[in-house]
């Protein structure tokens, strides 16, 4: 399987009248095709234009420093005619509308999270970066009861290397495991309020809720 390579595309092909083929005397064609990097067969970045000339009928060919002099003119003008094939930027396009994506979707996160926490409900999930581990600070925690001085939170016993990766496990369900929270904390409201506006602040809170 190729990976990453090469390939050219046929961008126009047009008959020159007056240049005959020196060995069977039809009118001679020429295609412009230009090359393109691709990556898993995703054309990604447009290369080079070449032209090649041919005879219809004894497919003699000629391109590159082979093309008839003579011609050099009409060649230039018709590769410099000849437009990009618009399927040359699919990879760039796939690329911006992922980049695009990634941002509407940290953003609406961003909206939720604080309407979420500023209104918190049984079973909403916070991902915080508590965990005593470097290497996997990421925690999650669950809000098991809410009453209206103090929120009761259950502390996730796995580490997550990154708020995807645990966003990624509660995709999966693996807080519903058995005893995935062993540990039970009941917190005053501004408490949690302080702790979870100061890790905010650092962009390192995520509250999902379940079924929204
Ligand atoms: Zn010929």
């Given amino acids: 399987m190729i990976i990453v390579g090469v390939y050219a595309k046929e961008l126009s092909s047009t008959d020159i009248g007056d240049a005959l083929c020196s060995a069977c005397g039809m009118p001679l064609t020429m295609t412009i095709s230009q090359r393109c990097f691709h990556v898993f067969a995703i054309p990604l970045?447009?290369?080079?234009?070449?032209?090649?000339?041919?005879?219809?009928r004894c497919r003699l060919q000629a391109e590159g420093k082979n093309l008839p002099a003579e011609m050099a003119e009409k060649i230039a003008l018709a590769t410099k005619e000849a437009r990009t094939s618009p399927v040359f930027f699919t990879g760039i396009v796939l690329i911006l509308l992922g980049v695009l994506y990634y941002n509407i979707h940290e953003f609406i996160q961003g909206i939720r999270t604080s309407d979420y926490m500023?209104?918190?409900?049984?079973?909403?999930?916070?991902?915080?970066?508590?965990?005593g581990d470097k290497s996997f600070?990421?925690?999650?925690?669950?809000?098991n009861a809410v009453t209206s001085d103090s929120i009761t939170m259950a502390i996730g016993t796995m580490g997550y290397h990154s708020e995807s990766d645990a966003e990624k496990a509660i995709d999966k369900g693996k807080h519903e495991g058995f005893?995935?929270?062993?540990?039970?904390?009941?917190?005053?409201?501004?408490?949690?309020?302080t702790i979870t506006e100061k890790v905010k602040e650092e962009g390192d809170v995520?509250?999902?809720?379940?079924?929204e």
């Avoid at 500023?118 to 965990?131: C, E, G, H, M, V």
């Avoid at 005893?179 to 409201?189: D, G, K, N």
């Fill in 206 to 211: 995520t509250v999902l809720r379940p079924g």
């Fill in 137 to 143: 600070p990421y925690v999650i925690c669950q809000v």
């Fill in 45 to 56: 970045i447009p290369l080079d234009k070449f032209a090649v000339v041919q005879c219809p």
């Fill in 179 to 193: 005893r995935y929270f062993i540990e039970e904390y009941t917190v005053p409201r501004a408490q949690i309020a």
């Fill in 118 to 131: 500023a209104d918190p409900k049984t079973r909403d999930l916070y991902i915080l970066p508590i965990s």
